[in-house]
């Protein structure tokens, strides 16, 4: 299972190539099941506007999935390469997820082998718990689930600065789960258990 979480994911120059460096095939043989943030409409999805974002990094058209989760069924017992979930409002995007019942095909897809790759909320939505997040991301009415899809057995700090590092401190403190900060300059691998910083 490999995990590829940073803050700004292919936006950044840094995170980019690391996502890269450990993909398994030519990106433009690449298959990537692509799951938008909630701002995400059926009608936005329609019009290819996610599909040339991730033409844009150097996908082909044909080889993106992007996921529609009025029609979530579509988009199961597929086989991505890759399952990327973008920035945006982390609790929105992770009720949206799990509103569709697609929480569990997306650890099915990683533990079969799919390379998750997330970007802020995406990198948050892996770990085991996003509460934290409400430090700075809105919370939807009556959202009352904070788990991650837990395939990262720690909580992330995405966008760290010295603003975040009494948060950092205090989350530390509480001995809940292992904490990591991630600068907009940093990602963190997982592969197998194994965490590195590049």
Not at 80 to 98: E, W
Not at 111 to 136: L, P, T
Request: hydrophobic share 40%; aromatic share 10%.
């Amino acid at each position: 299972m490999k995990l590829i979480l940073s803050s700004c994911d292919f936006r950044n120059e840094k995170s980019r190539k690391v996502i890269f460096a450990h993909l398994k095939k030519k990106i433009e043989k690449c298959k990537v099941l692509f799951i938008p943030n909630e701002k995400a409409t059926p009608k936005a999805i329609m019009s290819g506007k996610y599909h040339a974002r991730m033409q844009e990094f150097g996908f082909a058209t044909e080889n993106v999935w992007v996921l529609d989760d009025s029609q979530a069924d579509q988009f199961r017992n597929l086989n991505p390469d890759l399952v990327y979930i973008s920035g945006g409002n982390t609790f929105a995007t992770m009720q949206k997820i799990r509103a569709c019942r697609f929480d569990k095909e997306i650890i099915r897809y990683v533990k079969e082998g799919a390379i998750y790759v997330g970007g802020s909320a995406g990198a948050h939505i892996a770990s085991a718990d996003i509460m934290h997040v409400a430090a700075f991301d809105d919370l939807p009415d009556g959202m009352s689930n904070f788990c991650g899809l837990g395939l990262f057995q720690g909580i992330l700090l995405c966008h760290y600065t010295v603003e975040r590092e009494p948060l950092y401190r205090q989350l530390q403190c509480e001995k809940r789960y292992p904490v990591y900060a991630l600068t907009d300059e940093m990602s963190l691998v997982v592969d197998h258990q194994k965490i590195t910083f590049a």
